[in-house]
Each structure stands twice: as C-alpha cells, then as structure tokens.
C-alpha cells in the first residue's frame, strides 16, 4: 500500500523568511496530493491541493510543486508570518477518498 | 451548525464501558471517514463509508464497531478498550465524484482517554 514520509518533522524560521516542507510517496499510481494545516486543538483544514496533471500550484503565499518521476511533492510558505504556526500534515491518494498521511511538520515562525 | 460537528468533544471511559462517538455533516456530502489521531503518528484512517456502505475497513480492531445510518450521521461504537486507543478521534467527510478525490472536511475531534 501507499506510505508517505513528511520531513522536517519540525522546522523554525523566522518571521518574513520561507519554509519548505517535503513529502515523498511511494504509490506511483497516486493521482491527488493535499495538504492540511492544524492548530493547537484545532481540526485539520485543507490549505492546497494538487493532482497529478499539474506541476505546480499556487495561492497567495502558499505554493506546492509535485514530481511525479521523482514521487515526491513540496509545500512551500512565502512571507511566513506568526499564525503560519502549526501541524502541516500531507497526504496521498489513488482512489479518491483513501488518503495516507505523512506524520506532520511543526512550524514555528519566530517573530 | 454548519460543517462537520463531532460529540462529544471530551471522553474518559474505563475499559470495560461501552460508549459511542457521533458525527453530523451538514455539508450533503456522500462519503464519511474516521481517522485515529495519535501524538507522534499519522493520522490513520480507519474506516470509509460511501453512500452509506461500508467501503474501508483499515485493519481495525473490532472493539471499534462504526454505523451509518445515512449520509449525514456516523457512529462509531466503543467496547471494551484498550489504554492506547487513547487518542484523538476525527471524523470527515467528502462529496465522492467520478472526477476523482475531493476536499476532505474535520470535524473538530472526540479527545478519548482509556483508563
């Protein structure tokens, strides 16, 4: 089955600077590729999406960028700012509605 | 309300109780999901229901046993737990279409606590 491995498991920046977080699949037939952002007691809210007919999309400051030769996809924050601070979890799927999640990245943006 | 609500938010239960955790979409979706939230770990899927029918089952013990009597509500019942079931239970939901994945919504969680 699908796995999907998230890095960093936590990554410190500093207010104004960019974060990258990376995830890799290993299910070459997974086709759809989110990302969810939770706060602290919070609950998981989709950020961005992307499929696997685009390299890359963008919203505002959020971008993500997938190779699927490489089977791997990035979410990238520009301008990070104090409640860009939470859990970033990514997920993959192939069939729709079974998604296999990476184990979360703790941003904190330091102002 | 409006979206995915979840009660009850909070639940300490013994091990030999039984309890059931609920789930409304207010979104008409066609497809409900539990996930187990746990400190460290992935959230992992544990089951899938599409129109009403079961089409997921991820390994899951059967001391958790869900229900869903149509597309807005979901149950998931509780019996005879285990310390390390101890975890954040999330519910979502989608609307399922030919064209492919779509839009996971949580609800905000039942935090369980096994003692």
């Known amino acids: 089955g699908e796995n999907v491995e998230q890095h960093p498991s936590t990554l410190s920046v500093q207010e104004g600077d960019s974060a990258v977080i990376k995830c890799t699949y290993s299910?070459?037939?997974?086709?759809?590729f989110p990302w969810y952002k939770q706060e602290l007691g919070k609950r998981p809210q989709l950020i961005i999406d992307?499929?696997?007919?685009?390299g890359e999309k963008k919203d505002q400051r959020i971008a993500v960028t997938l190779n699927k030769t490489a089977k791997h996809f990035s979410l990238h924050i520009t301008e990070t700012q104090p409640e860009d601070s939470a859990v970033y979890f990514c997920a993959a799927s192939r069939d729709g509605n079974k998604l296999v999640f990476g184990a979360g990245t703790i941003l904190r943006v330091k102002s | 309300e409006t979206g995915v609500t979840q009660t009850p938010r909070h639940l300490v239960m013994g091990m030999t109780n039984k309890k059931s955790l609920k789930c409304e979409q207010h979104?008409?979706?066609?497809?409900m999901y539990w996930y187990k939230q746990s400190a460290k770990k992935p959230l992992e899927l544990m089951f899938v229901y599409n129109f009403k029918e079961q089409t997921e089952n991820n390994s899951v013990p059967s001391r958790f046993s869900p229900e869903c009597p149509n597309s807005s509500h979901l149950f998931l019942h509780l019996h005879t737990l285990q310390p390390e079931d101890s975890a954040l239970y999330l519910c979502?939901?989608?609307?399922?279409?030919?064209?492919?994945?779509?839009?996971?919504?949580f609800g905000p969680g039942t935090r369980l606590l096994v003692l």
């Open positions: 979104l008409g979706h066609n497809a």
């Open positions: 299910d070459s037939a997974s086709n759809y």
């Open positions: 992307i499929r696997s007919n685009v």
């Open positions: 979502a939901s989608s609307q399922e279409t030919s064209g492919g994945a779509e839009t996971q919504y």
